[in-house]
């Protein structure tokens, strides 16, 4: 069974480019989370993607957006980066949107 | 708004000591009560989760407490080891928000050798 996956490990970034972050489910889950943790503070929610339709958003603007593909890997974009942006993203997977879920090594996101 | 709040948030513990760690919800409709550990640059790790219609939970060296008329759950680390050093969070989940974990601020728990 294979775990949670993402990639790439880490990135730089400067203010105002745009990036994508890439996470691949764990085998037979078909849902996905995306959080971001900032240093020190627990992960906040940002969206998760369940058959490939957003199924609940947290409070992030809409310059976060996401995908699902039909094999349930998922990209996290974010656009017009803003310095506070720089944190660490998480993806998490779980079957059918249930609580257990199950995450990833995460990104790390560096914006000067 | 913080969903769940948890202390302390920072822990040592001597080695074989036991390791305590709270937290206190206000929505009674959260319905599912997992502790992640992680590790520096790691993503969080499940470790042991709870429902509501049970008071405690063991695996191992860790156990959840659950008191529902409190709206608070504990993790308990007995006989804590050094390897056991890492920042553990609560969190919590609504049945109807599908799949969206609310998590606390996290405690670093450092345990002396």
């Known amino acids: 069974e294979t775990g949670v996956t993402q990639s790439p490990t880490h990135l730089i970034k400067t203010r105002g480019q745009q990036v994508t972050l890439r996470c691949s489910s764990q085998s037979g889950h078909n849902t996905v989370s995306w959080y971001q943790q900032a240093l020190g503070q627990g992960p906040q929610f940002i969206f998760q993607?369940?058959?490939?339709?957003?199924?609940g958003r947290g409070n992030f603007p809409p310059r976060f957006s996401g995908l699902q593909f039909p094999n349930y890997s998922s990209e996290l974009n974010v656009n017009a980066l803003e310095l506070d942006d720089s944190a660490l993203y998480l993806c998490?997977?779980?079957?059918?949107?249930?609580?257990?879920?199950?995450f990833g090594p995460g990104t790390r996101l560096t914006v000067l | 708004q913080q969903q769940v709040k948890q202390s302390p948030q920072s822990l040592i513990v001597q080695k074989g000591g036991i390791s305590i760690i709270n937290c206190a919800y206000e929505?009674?409709?959260?319905?599912?009560f997992p502790w992640y550990q992680q590790f520096p640059g790691k993503g969080p790790a499940l470790l042991i989760a709870?429902?509501?219609?049970?008071s405690e939970k063991k695996e191992g060296r860790f156990t959840i407490s659950f008191n529902k008329s409190a709206k608070q759950f504990s993790l308990h680390i007995m006989d804590s080891q050094p390897g056991d050093s890492a920042t553990y969070f609560c969190?919590?989940?609504?049945?109807?928000?599908?799949?969206?974990?609310?998590f606390g601020r996290g405690t670093q728990l450092t345990v002396w050798p």
């Open positions: 969190a919590t989940h609504r049945g109807s928000t599908l799949g969206r974990l609310y």
């Open positions: 709870i429902r509501p219609d049970v």
């Open positions: 993607y369940y058959r490939e339709e957003e199924n």
């Open positions: 998490a997977s779980s079957l059918d949107g249930a609580d257990t879920q199950y």
């Open positions: 929505n009674t409709a959260f319905d599912y």
